[in-house]
């Protein structure tokens, strides 16, 4: 069933406007597929199934708001792949999600769990809302009826999805309530991300952070750079850019500039990390106000002189407009996509090493599947085994896209892409094409 290629529609999908100045998500992620599949010599049989999505879901979710009214909303689930296993991937609440979107986002976990190693397919989920104008009760309701819609999709075996943009694990535990209720018993392993008494694991939270720092330590050693030598800037200030953040600093490096949607913060000197995130803790989620260090604005922070960046913000932050400027000898995709397609040549002919979000950001899907293992077996591990064993696959993948990069002489996000997609075709061949 779950290798049909389908589409169902229950909703009039509505297509967003043109993104101005923005190159499509599905387009950055189709060039650099193609780019591997030439180098791989990938049939054109094999390339065609590796570009469609096996299924893609849109679901229409009313949800009775407080006042009485029935508002509906739009919702995705694009299973791009489930050749290595069942599909997994986050879902995100935004009120631009778009099926071109949460597409691209789905091959990127195809292309990610590969990289990693980790025995899952690619998959990726959205609602359209932004989760701000809802209430705590509207929300819960928006993601059950939603979770509801998704029942033949969602499955332990089947597609496993865990958060991502503007979902948390209060909501991975609704998804987990409402399927477990409609399945008639307790089913933890159906999605991850989960709150720790739950089912979740010991260092989930951290580990998409923790993952960046790892392969950004790999890559200053291959650059024969000492941690403590290192100047760091940090774009975003959430769950990835908070955590990777206080790690470098925690290695000694200089964290010279970070941000949020407040705006940039620059010191010289070195921020105090552990410092600011006790600020924002206490300052309802944001840096806003904090007093130690000079203004700087989001774009400004992606062009100062540092060592590493690590852009853990959103999509497309660096393009064709200001690749050229940026001044970092390390960039760590700490998020989806925040480097365009367009901009990787610049990039490269600039001698900037990209170490590419489907690498650097897998830190997540890894414990995730480390939590998806724990609940199947009913048994948890310490923090400390799930961070030791955390690095080392981090570290393995790094080390494999290293060697694939020197082989064919190519960027490290050209290995990913290389090493992926290889992987996947060669199981499917093994599988073969059901008929
Ligand atoms: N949303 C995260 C990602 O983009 C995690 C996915 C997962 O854990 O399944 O990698």
New binding site residues.
Partial sequence: MSSTKEQYATTYYKEPGPKLDKESPFESMMERFRFAAEILNLDEGMFQYLASPVKQVIVSIPVVMDDGRIEVFEGYRVIHDNVLGPS???IRYAPDVNLDEVKA?AS??TW?CAVVNVPFGGAKGGVRVDPKKLSYSELERLTRRYTANLLEVFGPDRD?????MNTNEQIMAWIMDTYSMNSLRTETAVV??KPIILGGSQGRKEA?GRGVVTVTLAALSKLGIMPNRANVAVQGFGNVGSVSAELMYEQGAKVVAVSDISGGYFNKKGLDIPEMISYMRNNSNTLEGYADAEKLTNEELLEIDCDVLIPAAKEDQISRHNAENIKAKIISEGA?GPVTANADAILEKNGIMVIPDILA??G??TV?YFEWVQDRQGYFWTEERVNRRLNRMMRTAFDNLYKVSEEYNITLRQAAYVYAINKVAATLKMRGIYA
């Fill in positions: 997994k991937g986050g986002l990127w976990m990610k496993i999805p865990a958060p991502d991850t991300g998409t989806n950001n897998a997540g899907v995730s």
